[in-house]
Nanobody
Framework: QVQLVESGGGLVQAGGSLRLSCAAS????????MSWFRQAPGKEREFVAA????????YFADSVKGRFTISRDNAENTVYLQMNSLKPEDTAAYYC?????????????????????WGQGTQVTVSS
């Protein structure tokens, strides 16, 4: 049974920072692409960031590039999303997701159908 548990969300003022965590069980994150998505009220869920299974490559949505970083601690089997210079438009529920495929090299990080398991989400609210 694969489980992903997000934490670290909260209320922060614009310009502030938060670090989200996604703790995985039932699967070793170092063997799978891991990504973060977010969904704001009334909007579609959208891609935020991804890290390759090797950890050597990271990918970001244009809206967060330069402000967010994604990393992984293999010993903790956890993926992190460091969010700096937060803006009110970053307000959303943030979800982590794990690839369906073991050590997949394909670059289709944006496609939600790629991911087999999702966390329950953690809410991030940025006040102006």
């Amino acid at each position: 049974q694969v489980q992903l548990v997000e934490s670290g969300g909260g209320l922060v003022q614009a310009g502030g920072s938060l670090r989200l965590s996604c703790a995985a069980s039932g699967r070793t994150v170092s063997n799978y692409v891991m990504s973060w998505f977010r969904q704001a009220p009334g909007k579609e869920r959208e891609f935020v960031a991804a890290i390759s299974w090797s950890g050597g490559r990271t990918y970001f949505a244009d809206s967060v590039k330069g402000r967010f970083t994604i990393s992984r601690d293999n010993a903790e089997n956890t993926v992190y999303l460091q969010m700096n210079s937060l803006k009110p438009e970053d307000t959303a529920a943030y979800y982590c997701a794990i690839d369906r495929t073991f050590r997949d090299y394909s670059s289709s990080y944006y496609y939600q159908s790629r991911y087999g398991y999702w966390g329950q989400g953690t809410q991030v609210t940025v006040s102006s």
